[in-house]
């Protein structure tokens, strides 16, 4: 008894100091973690994708609707809306929406939503996480938000004075747009009148929330919009909730996105999500892999046919060959072979 005993506490202790974080399987996690606390934090330097992190990751599907879909934690969600809103609009209440939008007619496109909800004063807002830049996005984000305001039309025959309730879509985007939004990672996009510059309606907009301009340290961040940004890109890769992010909102963020806390169907579609996002990862990394070479193969070809060239047109304008290896830095026999070919 008392051998097993000093085994057993051999082994939490080496795992304790050595490997404070266990992935055993796909469906049930072991942890052993202690946490120190610091008057400061540094940034993590955990390893990305070697086990599934201690938090949730945001920017996977599941982790996203997870995070902000539930009407539990609408008081999370609300809050981040209002800090991207920066004042210019306040949220005090959200209602979920069902996120499938069937067409009028049979050869009309379902629509289906990552969250849509409701304000208290009945203004729309969709909010979507997209990983990767997709053919006509811009075209779809306004196909998404005319669907909504074509939905607040009544029956035909019915008599309606066309006022409208409020659209707003809201992308938070792991990647850059591919039109001109500057340098900062928010961009408000409203119709304007472009003789005064002011906002023309304000009732439609889009929020392009773009995380990988977001460059900021843990302890750069500013106000409580950098902060979020900071939590979205980054949370998945933290192994304690910072200092700098002492806040009731963000220490709910925190609690609730613990891995270890999801039951055993949540850990599968996350797991699945995380692959699907691994893989999409590995994709791209491979497409810039092989666009490299073949644009280093291709840069070498055209100096290649350049050299050949020049060396050409020195023999044409009647250059003897002790000039022309004096020229190119070559040897007489590696001339002679270019010129034979």
Known sequence: MYSVLCTLYL???????FFPYIYISNSYTFMY????????????????????????DPLTDFGFKYLFGKELNKDILIDFLNNLFQGKKTISNLTFNNIEKNGEA??????????LCTGDDGEQFIIEMQRKLQTNFMDR???????????????AGQKWDYKIKGVFLIGILDFELNTPTGDHYLTTVQLVNLNTNETFYPKLGYLFLELSKFDKQVHELENDLERWCYVLKHLHRLNQMPTYLNKRVFKRIFKLAEVMNLKPKERAMYDRNLKAKRDYENTIDYAVEVAVEKAVVKAVEKEKSEKIF?????????????????????????IEKIVQK
């Open 141 to 155: 984000c306004v196909y998404y938000t005319s669907r909504i305001v074509n939905e607040q039309a009544p029956a």
């Open 106 to 115: 049979l050869e009309d496109r379902d629509v289906y939503f990552d969250l």
């Open 33 to 56: 973690h202690t946490t120190i606390e610091t008057s400061s934090f540094s940034e993590p330097k955990m390893p990305l994708y070697n086990n599934p992190g201690i938090y949730i």
């Open 310 to 334: 020049m060396i050409n047109q020195m023999f044409v304008n009647g250059l003897s060959m002790e000039m022309v290896c004096k020229i190119t830095g070559m040897a007489a026999q590696d």
């Open 11 to 17: 082994v939490l202790f080496f795992t304790d100091h």
